[in-house]
């Protein structure tokens, strides 16, 4: 890959007539633990304060800003998903494969902070990096977003002319240093590679810790040389952060070289450091609290004066001379059944959000968050399930909850099936022949598979039987990454499984296709009777990197119909199929409806046995579209009727029904 000229992005009628806001500058120094760089303790590796790593940094530059400890990285604790969340403000997942055969399947799935910045002033962005894994952070693929609206990427070799990326970090502060001056990017993105590369490679920890000292003056340098720039003085924000951090000893898997390792719930790679220095910016001040990656980029457009409507974080109002204005209030995440369940945000430092049914609270005060509520129906009870975020100390990780309601009356709480879960956990429930709680997920706690650290991912089974879990494990060899949705148990016991994954061929990694797993308890426990590819290319006659999202299941009269999104850059298609076999055979799968502001973050639904689904701001069937005057958060449907989430005030949510 070479090095990219510099090529401005089209002008679009979209833009503002008022003056460009302020300049924005993020550096984000890949794979540093908090340890080597910004807490006083004393690091076991180098012996010295953690301080010491970034010495000039905390000498010349913290206190200008404000320096944040605590927050965290609450998703995968790897490079590219990582960098997502950084960039959209939304803990969404992203495969960390190199893209050599189609970028774009990876990009966010969200808009960015810099697609956000380009929408209403249409100034220049550039992100740079010295890893080709960063180019899809340059915009995403959302219908808000989109090439028109990214950022220019910039590659820095090792020479010029090479594909290969540079070792050492000296040559994008040099490349960084010239567009600068040169083009006047308003809003850029620089990712250092160094620091994790070597923590990885490196001989000895002190490769790992000169890798640290070596960004640390050039960092400096960079913000003194934006002081004399007249285009970037006295009008830039900077930031430093990080994208995941590094085991600590203890943890991980034992090993003497633990340091090495990234990408677990381990609190070490948890924690990523955070300072901010500028306009808009509280000087000498430290905060300490629940914050987490994806509230940078609410930070960002707090400063600069746009909306991010579709981010999960929050501005960190604590650190910013401005107002903030109206936050989300309310409703996070919504069930479709008679309980009214919501995730509420919460305006705390010590805790992101939790867990409620009317008023009453069902997620642990001491959670640092709790997310994704979603429920099952039981005659007059419901059952729901959701995750939590909790600090143990030397683990920060998701676990799983399960209540039995009836209204608002809490009959039964219960932790499980296991004790971590994946940071996007939301299983598929339903209710089996014995009137007992079943639920079906992946079984990754640290949801490394996205890395393609472990492409062996079990899917676990589980029925709670009133005093314990009984749980079935199956295993899927030869898939990576799956993900599920929605389940069907048949009058003969036999549940019917619709699940995404990608397939072995590293070819078509960048794509994800929609499994069919037949499964069943039965005297031997749980077996699984067939997993198999399903056949949607009667619908989709291009080749390419299709991928496919929220296989929606519907059990109908003895038929199953399932509903699934499949979408490549420029177009998104809802697919139907059915089967009246118990889900051996399926029906050649036909396009109920195709455009590219089909919602590839929420789930089709089926409601009165239509399916349904959400573009842009109207909620559509076969039958036409009706404006909800809003965004959609999310939404549920319990077969008859839909809950929805909606956008109805910048930062306001209300439920609506359907």
Not at 105 to 110: A, L, M
Not at 251 to 271: K, L, S, V
Not at 400 to 418: K, N, R, T, W, Y
Request: proline share 7%; hydrophobic share 40%; net charge negative.
């Amino acid at each position: 890959m070479l090095v990219l000229p510099w090529i401005l992005a089209p002008l679009l009628s979209c833009r503002t007539t008022e003056p460009p806001p302020l300049n924005v500058v993020v550096v984000v120094i890949d794979g540093v633990r908090t340890d080597d760089s910004y807490t006083p303790e004393i690091s076991e590796l180098s012996g010295e304060p953690g301080t010491e790593g970034l010495r000039s940094i905390h000498n010349y530059l913290v206190p200008q800003g404000t320096l944040i400890r605590g927050v965290r990285n609450n998703g995968t604790t790897t490079t590219a998903p990582a960098h997502s969340i950084l960039m959209s403000g939304h803990k969404s997942r992203l495969a960390n494969f190199a893209n050599d055969t189609g970028a774009g399947s990876y990009r966010p799935t969200r808009p960015t902070w810099i697609e956000a910045l380009r929408a209403q002033y249409g100034e220049e962005a550039m992100v740079m990096a010295n890893q080709s894994l960063i180019e899809p952070m340059s915009w995403s693929i959302h219908p808000e977003g989109g090439p028109d609206l990214g950022a220019t990427f910039i590659f820095v070799p090792e020479e010029p002319g090479s594909n290969q990326p540079a070792g050492n970090d000296a040559p994008v502060f040099a490349q960084l240093a010239r567009t600068l001056a040169s083009e006047h990017p308003r809003w850029v993105m620089v990712n250092l590679k160094a620091v994790d590369r070597t923590g990885h490679y490196a001989v000895n920890p002190e490769g790992y810790l000169n890798a640290i000292r070596s960004v640390d003056q050039p960092i400096v340098q960079l913000w003194e040389s934006l002081q004399t720039d007249p285009f970037y003085a006295n009008n830039t924000v900077l930031i430093i952060t990080s994208d995941h951090g590094r085991d600590r000893e203890g943890q991980g898997d034992g090993t003497t070289e633990y340091w090495r390792n990234h990408g677990n719930a381990n609190a070490g790679n948890r924690e990523i450091p955070l300072i901010m220095l500028g306009p808009g910016v509280q000087a000498g001040l430290e905060l300490e609290g629940a914050y987490a990656l994806q509230d940078i980029a609410p930070t960002i457009a707090a400063l600069t004066g746009v909306e991010m409507p579709w981010a999960t974080g929050l501005p960190i109002a604590e650190a910013l001379e401005i107002s903030v204005g109206t936050q989300r209030e309310g409703v996070g995440a919504v069930s479709a059944s008679q309980s009214a369940l919501r995730q509420v945000w919460l305006q705390e430092p010590e805790r992101r959000s939790q867990i409620q049914v009317g008023e009453t609270v069902l997620s642990d005060p001491s959670a640092l968050a709790a997310e994704a509520p979603t429920t099952v129906d039981l005659g007059q009870r419901t059952w729901a399930c959701w995750r939590e975020l909790r600090d143990e100390g030397e683990r920060v990780p998701w676990t799983p909850h399960c209540a039995l309601l009836q209204g608002e009356q809490v009959i039964d709480q219960i932790l499980g099936p296991s004790t971590e879960v994946s940071p996007f956990w939301r299983p598929a429930l339903h209710i089996d022949a014995q009137e007992r709680l079943c639920l079906s997920a992946p079984y990754n706690p640290d949801d490394v598979a996205s890395a393609g650290l472990n492409d062996s991912v079990a899917i676990h089974h589980s029925c709670w039987n009133g005093s314990t879990w009984v749980v079935g494990v199956n295993t899927q060899p030869q898939l990576r990454y799956p993900e599920l949705h929605t389940a069907a148990i048949l009058d003969n016991g036999q549940v019917v499984l619709p699940l995404v994954a990608s397939p072995p061929n590293n070819d078509a990694r960048n794509q994800r296709r929609v499994y069919i797993q037949l499964s069943a308890w039965g005297a031997q426990g749980w077996t699984m009777e067939d997993n198999f590819a399903l056949d949607l290319s009667a619908a989709q006659p291009l080749t390419g990197t299709w991928r496919h999202a929220w296989p929606t299941l519907l059990e109908e009269q003895g038929t199953l119909k399932l509903l699934v999104l499949a979408h490549r850059e420029g177009g998104v298609d809802l697919i139907q199929t059915d089967s009246t076999d118990g889900g051996q055979v399926w029906s050649r799968a036909s396009v109920v409806a195709s455009s590219a502001l089909i919602s590839l973050d929420l789930p089709p639904q089926w409601v009165a046995g239509e399916p349904t689904w959400i573009q842009g701001t109207e909620i559509c069937n076969p039958s036409g579209c009706e404006d909800l005057g809003g965004r959609v958060a999310d939404w549920r449907s319990d077969g008859e009727r839909v809950r929805l989430v909606v956008e109805t005030q910048p930062g306001v949510w209300e439920m609506l029904e359907r």
